[in-house]
């Protein structure tokens, strides 16, 4: 039969009280040193655990989404309107177009609408214009330059009668997207041409 610690070490019943306290004692230094500093930490690995947990799902999920964004970019890149080359553009396609569909414009005025609208990928020019025209010119006109495949928009139009009321008048204001100057390294897709008027 084994004997216990204290009958090898031949320790009265005093002697081996004192040591069991002197133990605990021990034990219960030792916890309030060295793991009772430490309890709240546990609950701030946890937190920061779960909040990596939720970041690596969400990075995950994303990632899931590479081929959906790359075939909307193809898609994009095929399919959407040409960046102008600069603001000389954006004046010349309007008159071409507005020439193309018998609009006569009056007073061109370029216009700075870059403020927050600038970024690495484009920068933005306005141009205003004042017209006159027949009803159906001016359609035809804006038609026609949403045909362009430039990236072209009417931003403002303002409009009024003209000659005991038949014909247009007003002011359109256009706004256009081109490459910025210092994306020399990028080749700007050019925008066709607006077909000239039959004669």
Do not use: C, H
């Not at 959906?68 to 553009?89: H, V």
């Not at 061109?108 to 600038?118: C, E, F, L, S, Y």
């Not at 949403?146 to 139009?157: K, L």
């Amino acid at each position: 039969m084994s004997q216990s610690i204290f009958e090898k070490l031949n320790l009265r019943p005093q002697e081996r009280r004192l040591v069991v306290i002197v133990g605990m004692v021990i034990f219960v230094l030792l916890n309030m040193w060295f793991v009772w500093p430490y309890f709240d930490d546990w609950g701030t690995t946890n937190t920061e655990m779960e909040r990596s947990r939720t970041t690596l799902e969400r990075y995950q999920r994303e990632i899931a989404n590479k081929p959906r964004y790359e075939a909307s970019r193809r898609e994009l890149e095929t399919t959407g309107s040409n960046m102008l080359d600069g603001e000389l553009d954006l004046q010349r396609i309007v008159e071409r177009q507005a020439l193309a569909a018998g609009v006569q414009l009056g007073r061109r005025t370029p216009m700075n609408t870059q403020a927050g609208k600038t970024n690495q990928f484009y920068q933005e020019g306005g141009l205003s214009a004042e017209f006159s025209s027949g009803g159906k010119e001016i359609v035809d006109f804006l038609v026609g330059l949403a045909s362009q495949n430039a990236m072209i928009r009417v931003r403002e139009m303002n409009l009024r009668t003209e000659q005991n009321q038949t014909r247009l008048g007003g002011t359109l204001v256009f706004v256009g997207n081109f490459q910025p100057r210092s994306a020399t390294n990028v080749p700007a897709r050019k925008v066709a041409a607006a077909p000239q008027p039959r004669k």
